[in-house]
C-alpha cells in the first residue's frame, strides 16, 4: 500500500530554519515523483518544490528559491525539504505527495494522486 508521511514542522521563530521528512513506503523513488506543497488558511495549496524521479532535478517556485532545497535519501525512501531563513509567510501546512512519473515533476496539485496528511509549519517570534 502507498503511503506518504510527513513530519518535522513545528513553532519556528523567523530567521529559522526546518527540515521538513517525507516518508514513503509500497513506492520507489526511482519511480515516483515527489512534490512538496503547502496551505495556508484560507489559500489555496500551492506548489513549492518537486524531484524528478529520473535524475533528482529539482524544481522550486520562485518565491522560494535561494530558501528551501527539497533531495532524497532513496535508501530511506524519504524526501526532506530543507527551509532556512524562514519568514512569517512561510506559515502554512505543509505536503508531501507522489504520482507515478520517471521524467518529470510538477508544481501543479492535480498532477498528483497520492497524498499525505500534512505537517503544520508555524513562523512567529
Known amino acids: 500500500q502507498l503511503q506518504v508521511v510527513e513530519s518535522g514542522g513545528g513553532l519556528v521563530q523567523p530567521g529559522g530554519s526546518l527540515r521538513l521528512s517525507c516518508a514513503t513506503s509500497?513506492?520507489?523513488?526511482?519511480?515516483?515523483?515527489i512534490g512538496w506543497f503547502r496551505q495556508a488558511p484560507g489559500k489555496e495549496r500551492e506548489g513549492v518544490s518537486c524531484?524528478?524521479?529520473?535524475?533528482?532535478?529539482?524544481f522550486y517556485t520562485d518565491s522560494v528559491k535561494g530558501r528551501f532545497t527539497i533531495s532524497r535519501d532513496n535508501a530511506k525512501n524519504t524526501v526532506y525539504l530543507q527551509i532556512n531563513n524562514l519568514k512569517p509567510e512561510d506559515t502554512a501546512v505543509y505536503y508531501c505527495?507522489?504520482?507515478?512519473?520517471?521524467?518529470?515533476?510538477?508544481?501543479?496539485?492535480?498532477?498528483?494522486?497520492?497524498w499525505g496528511q500534512g505537517t503544520q509549519v508555524t513562523v512567529s517570534s
Open positions: 505527495a507522489a504520482v507515478a512519473s520517471v521524467g518529470a515533476c510538477s508544481l501543479s496539485k492535480r498532477w498528483y494522486d497520492h
Open positions: 509500497g513506492l520507489s523513488l526511482d519511480l515516483y515523483a
Open positions: 524531484i524528478r524521479a529520473s535524475d533528482g532535478r529539482t
